[in-house]
């Protein structure tokens, strides 16, 4: 295991449903992000949060919510989403924000939207 | 537009083969390129982590390339397992963080 870990590992919604996804990481790490990995498409960067504050946003519409209480702890609140949100939605974290520090991930959600 | 590619998109080998993936990149400037594994139901991990300087890095069976003239890496894995059965991703940093996925090559190994 990598020291990341995202519950639940998988959830099923309706679409009118609003569930959240959490992530926590035991690595002491600065930097944590929210990907979607859609099948046979590469990795989509969503949400970057660097010392809890967010950094990035990729244009991800707002049925998508991240929330960074605390260096440890990274949720996404889902709401009103739609089946082509469907995806393995995947958490990591790095020491800092910066290129020369390894990303780890956690094992990620299987979210299925019907 | 950075843009990294990799083939093929799946490959079935037998055991103790050995195989070959590709990984071509337009991202620019470059800062490092990483090869990750990816089994199923798990999150990435990374096997390589490559510089401009850098041609080749090894890990156990796991042999990475890069050529940087060319924008071109590739990643060998020698006497291939059952374990190896996995996705490998390509995954190239520009500089100011910018990461850029491919879309994986699909491996499975078969006894």
């Known amino acids: 295991e990598t020291g990341v870990t995202q519950t639940p590992r998988h959830l099923v919604m309706g679409m009118t449903n609003k569930k959240s996804l959490k992530c926590e990481q035991h690595?002491?790490?600065?930097?944590m992000y929210w990907y979607k990995q859609s099948a046979k498409k590469p990795l989509e960067l969503m949400f970057v949060?660097?010392?809890?504050?967010?950094?990035e946003n990729n244009s991800v519409p707002s049925r998508f919510s991240p929330e960074c209480p605390n260096s440890s702890h990274l949720f996404l609140h889902l709401h009103t989403l739609q089946p082509e949100d469907s995806a393995l939605y995947l958490c990591?974290?790095?020491?800092?924000?910066?290129?020369?520090?390894?990303?780890?991930f956690g094992p990620g959600t299987r979210l299925t939207v019907t | 537009k950075n843009q990294v590619e990799q083939s093929p998109q799946s490959l079935i080998i037998l055991e103790g083969k050995n195989c070959t993936l590709q990984?071509?990149?337009?991202?620019?400037?470059?800062?490092?390129l990483r090869w990750y594994k990816q089994d199923t139901g798990r999150g990435p991990v990374s096997l390589t982590i490559?510089?401009?300087?850098?041609n080749t890095k090894s890990n156990g069976r796991y042999t990475a390339t890069l050529d940087a003239d060319t924008k071109q890496s590739s990643l060998h894995i020698t006497a291939s397992q059952l374990s190896d059965s996995a996705s490998y991703i390509c995954?190239?940093?520009?500089?100011?963080?910018?990461?850029?996925f491919g879309g994986g090559t699909r491996v499975l190994v078969k006894p």
């Open positions: 990591a974290s790095s020491q800092e924000q910066q290129s020369r520090y390894e990303q780890y």
């Open positions: 690595l002491g790490h600065n930097a």
């Open positions: 949060y660097s010392l809890e504050e967010r950094v």
């Open positions: 990984c071509n990149y337009t991202v620019s400037p470059f800062s490092n």
């Open positions: 490559m510089t401009f300087s850098e």
């Open positions: 995954v190239v940093r520009a500089a100011g963080n910018k990461l850029t």
